[in-house]
């Protein structure tokens, strides 16, 4: 299958998998892959958008969050998650959060050539902090964000969504 | 300058059914309280965490009063959560700084600019609605009725002494009663939470 040929993720698909997993808070950054998500999430009222400067900031506001009762979930790109490293360490494995990161996966081309050492390292990121991860390419693979939070409740432990179509124009 | 156990004491008369962060108060909050299970002394999960931990906290449980004890040493990590904190304005989130002026917990080395930082001009230029700032115990002590009368969001930086750990970590005498997932465990219990 060519690049031209995978299906589009839309961001209906993914605001849908956040109402079906009772998500109550979005903790999140903007980065390249989310403003046409960023405008459905505004319009949607059971959601409550807190915006961060610095993704280490979502962790741990996602922690308490979560102490007080909420479904907060995480929004970031994967330059932004690997910055948060410790923060991931310390407020959400160590604390044993339950709690679904998707992440952008900028630089991301499928067939792993790619100019962007963003995406090199993401995956080499995740496997070092020993995080499981599900890769969301397109609509039909968007069932996977509700899997991460199965297994994030199961786990009790953080779970990362990739969102893989900035390449695709997720946003387009 | 104030001892941060002075303070502690003069806010516990004040603290009701609040949820408590003491942060880098934990060692002298987590013997003096009147009620552990509404506490969430979380040590040190990662510096710079606390005010989103209490921040979020607050989010979570608008009916309860959240009190965290900072330290300039995690704030200045995180100077942008004041921000946001300051755009969700959480009417029932304190936010007190305790500001030693060192990283006590590393041996008491100065942090950036340590006597010249305004903490309290830094929240309120993030857009805290009110921001404090004490030097002495007695007139914290005067003011204390009047900050838990206002509407959160407020930021109240204190000035207190430093007490340097220089011991190896793995000599000191650990101060935590509860681990940390018990303390969210016990947390999320109070609110009926499994």
Redesign the interface.
């Known amino acids: 299958m060519d690049d031209a040929a995978v299906a589009v993720l839309s961001p209906e698909a993914v605001l849908d998998e956040m109402r079906k997993n009772d998500v109550t808070d979005v903790v999140w950054l903007p980065d390249s892959e989310t403003n046409w998500l960023f405008l459905l999430m505004q319009a949607e009222p059971s959601l409550r958008l807190v915006g961060v400067s610095r993704e280490g900031h979502a962790c741990s506001i996602a922690a308490g969050l979560y102490s007080g009762g909420r479904t907060p979930i995480i929004l970031i790109q994967n330059t932004g998650m690997m910055e948060s490293g410790d923060s991931i360490r310390g407020w959400l494995m160590s604390l044993e959060i339950p709690v679904v990161l998707m992440v952008g996966y900028r630089g991301y081309t499928r067939h792993g050539v790619n100019k962007d050492t963003a995406a090199t390292y993401t995956e080499r990121f995740l496997n070092a902090f020993n995080l499981s991860y599900y890769l969301v390419e397109g609509d039909a693979d968007a069932p996977r964000i509700s899997i991460a939070f199965e297994e994030a409740e199961r786990t009790k432990k953080p779970v990362v969504v990739l969102i893989a179509d900035e390449f695709h124009g997720f946003n387009r | 300058m104030m001892n941060t156990v002075d303070v502690l004491e003069a806010f516990k008369p004040y603290r009701g059914d609040a949820l408590v962060v003491p942060g880098r108060g934990g060692r002298h909050w987590v013997p003096m309280t009147n009620n552990e299970g509404l506490d969430?002394p979380m040590g040190?999960?990662?510096?710079?965490?606390?005010?989103?931990?209490?921040?979020?906290?607050?989010?979570?449980?608008p009916e309860r009063k959240v009190i965290l004890f900072d330290s300039e040493g995690d704030i200045l990590m995180?100077l942008?959560?004041m921000?946001?904190i300051a755009?969700?304005k959480p009417l029932n989130f304190y936010h007190f700084l305790l500001d030693n002026e060192c990283y006590a917990t590393t041996g008491g080395q100065p942090v950036p600019n340590a006597k010249n930082v305004d903490y309290a001009a830094i929240a309120k230029g993030a857009g805290y609605p009110k921001a404090l700032a004490y030097n002495e115990i007695e007139d914290l002590k005067n003011d204390l009725p009047g900050i838990f009368e206002n509407p959160g969001p407020i930021f109240v930086a204190l000035k207190v002494y430093p007490e340097v750990q220089n011991e190896a970590i793995g000599s000191r005498r650990p101060w935590q009663t509860r681990t940390?997932?018990e303390v969210?465990q016990d947390?999320?219990g109070e609110?009926g939470?499994a």
Not at chain 2, 44 to 61: N, T, V
């Open positions: 969430a040190d999960p990662a510096m710079g965490g606390h005010a989103g931990f209490g921040f979020g906290l607050a989010l979570a449980r995180s942008g959560m921000v946001t755009e969700q940390r997932t969210i947390l999320r609110f939470l």
